[in-house]
């Protein structure tokens, strides 16, 4: 059973008390991959939300008819770190594909039908998880606004 230490230190479900933990355990299952392995891919039906307990995660736009690259890696996840946000958000496709980068990694699996549920109960519950949610989506916004504009910089420095 995944601890209640782990999901309180996830930044998907900080801020719940113990009773929303406990309720959000319930939701949750536990599942390895091995290096390179497909987690979920662009597009799928974004059926759970996922939180890194172990090894790293690599969130990857793929390029249709192409072998996956390691060169388009958007984020590598890391513990803690929350993925498949799009589980609980319309049009709920999977928005990236997600790779496990290291030798395996641990994925925690909540989800989406029971969440709701859950949400539907405690809207308290509910309006903590999508606020955490919405600051998740937010810094994943910036990280990539910073990505580009790296990018753009290093091509004025050195493509004129």
Not at 2 to 25: C, Y
Request: net charge negative.
């Amino acid at each position: 059973m995944i601890s209640l230490d782990f999901l309180e230190k996830s930044n998907a479900f900080k801020g719940l008390n113990d009773d929303h933990l406990k309720a959000v355990q319930q939701c949750c299952q536990e599942k390895e991959f091995q290096r390179g392995e497909k987690i979920f891919g662009e597009g799928d039906d974004a059926t759970h939300l996922c939180i890194v307990r172990e090894g790293q995660v690599d969130l990857r736009f793929d390029l249709s008819g192409r072998p996956s690259s390691e060169k388009n890696t958007v984020s590598s996840l890391t513990q803690g770190m929350t993925f498949q946000w799009s589980s609980l958000v319309p049009p709920y496709k999977t928005r990236l594909s997600s790779y496990c980068s290291g030798r395996s990694c641990i994925v925690v699996m909540a989800d989406r039908k029971q969440l709701m549920t859950l949400f539907e109960k405690d809207m308290r519950l509910g309006y903590l998880v999508m606020s955490n949610l919405a600051e998740i989506v937010g810094e994943r916004f910036h990280t990539l606004q910073d990505e580009i504009a790296n990018r753009r910089g290093h091509e004025v420095m050195f493509n004129w």
